[in-house]
């Protein structure tokens, strides 16, 4: 069986016209079919969820224009509980993508830009001292939200960037040795730019390790850019975010995660992402191979998946579509690769053909 290909998601992009009938068409709206040949009905009710996550593509349909392969993937890792980096030049519309998923969702956000004169206090908060009581109060910061999106997450200092290595992982930040758990659901989204290095820090390996995907935002299609300016033209520019409604509470992302968290993988199946992952240990492309976090996420991805496309089970294509966002950056290549032109994404290709596929 040929592995399916690695699709690149392109950017969003805003119009004024209403969701156009071939998306809603796209949108699941029930559990899986009887698969044909063998007669199979999905022992799981999943009728909740694909309708839920219909709302939410045809409340984001109203705004943007195609780019279903990246509404697909954040959804995924939304129900994974995972956090998401895009990368992209700017102006594909890397902040546009947070601000219609968080308005579809009936929780707090936050938008924090980084840049390189911001302190670890500016993003979790500081304890002020109150005279009239003789004690401290923590007033939390702006990374206490269910979404924040953080703009150019590369422009801040080392020490900046360390302070969410705690928030990100264990969903906890310590100020003056108290913990302060975050309110669940928690997502990270943040964006950088990859070819500008004037004034930007390389994100370390462990903070890079914590975000289950790292999707690239690319040019739109010759068509998509028309559109665009068909779009911004008749409505005299502008993007409108109020079209946007909340569909989902934090109550009914919990009991659809619970619902991921319980579908179905078999033993073979949970092998081919260990063999998946520990090629990456072995290839003599890369560096730095990947680590057992890559496999939960690629598991935890594959699960969500399965369940946006209706399935109560996850299949071998599953984890195939997810390996490049979830390794291609917790591998590093080495120099004779890089100078040869080589990408991380070739290298997980490689790698995802030669691992043979179980039955």
Do not use: C, W
Not at 66 to 84: I, K
Not at 117 to 145: K, N, Y
Not at 260 to 282: P, S, W
């Amino acid at each position: 069986m040929d592995p399916q290909p690695l699709h690149e998601p392109t950017p969003l992009v805003a119009q004024d016209a209403e969701l156009s009938p071939a998306l809603a068409s796209e949108a699941p709206t029930n559990t899986a079919p009887a698969d044909a040949a063998t007669g199979f009905v999905p022992r799981t009710d999943l009728s909740a969820l694909t309708g839920q996550v219909a709302a939410v593509r045809q409340q984001i349909g109203q705004v943007i224009v195609g780019q279903q392969d990246l509404l697909e993937l954040l959804l995924v890792a939304l129900l994974a509980d995972g956090h998401v980096l895009l990368e992209g030049v700017p102006g594909v519309a890397k902040t546009l993508t947070a601000k219609l998923l968080a308005r579809t969702l009936d929780v707090p956000f936050s938008r924090i830009q980084f840049t390189p004169d911001l302190m670890p206090a500016d993003v979790l908060g500081t304890s002020i001292f109150r005279p009239a009581q003789g004690d401290f109060e923590f007033r939390p910061g702006p990374i206490f939200a269910s979404v924040v999106l953080i703009d150019e997450i590369n422009r801040a200092p080392a020490k900046t960037q360390s302070a969410l290595f705690e928030v990100m992982e264990e969903r906890t930040v310590t100020q003056d040795g108290t913990a302060h758990r975050m309110t669940a659901p928690f997502v990270v989204l943040a964006t950088q730019n990859p070819v500008e290095q004037e004034g930007t820090y390389r994100l370390p390996e462990a903070q890079l390790d914590r975000f289950l995907f790292k999707l690239n935002v690319g040019y739109p299609t010759l068509a998509e850019e028309v559109q665009i300016l068909q779009g911004h033209h008749s409505g005299f520019g502008g993007t409108p975010l109020e079209k946007v409604k909340p569909v989902l509470s934090a109550q009914d992302l919990t009991a659809l995660r619970q619902q991921v968290g319980q579908q179905r993988v078999e033993a073979n199946v949970l092998e081919y992402i260990a063999k998946i992952v520990g090629q990456t240990r072995a290839h003599k492309a890369l560096y730095l191979g990947a680590s057992p976090r890559a496999s939960l996420a690629l598991l935890n991805g594959a699960k969500a998946l399965a369940a946006l496309r209706g399935r109560d089970f996850v299949t071998p294509e599953d984890v195939q579509t997810l390996a490049a966002p979830v390794l291609r950056h917790r591998i590093m290549l080495t120099p004779e690769r890089e100078m040869e032109g080589g990408t991380p994404d070739e290298v997980v290709k490689a790698i995802v053909q030669s691992v043979e596929v179980p039955r």
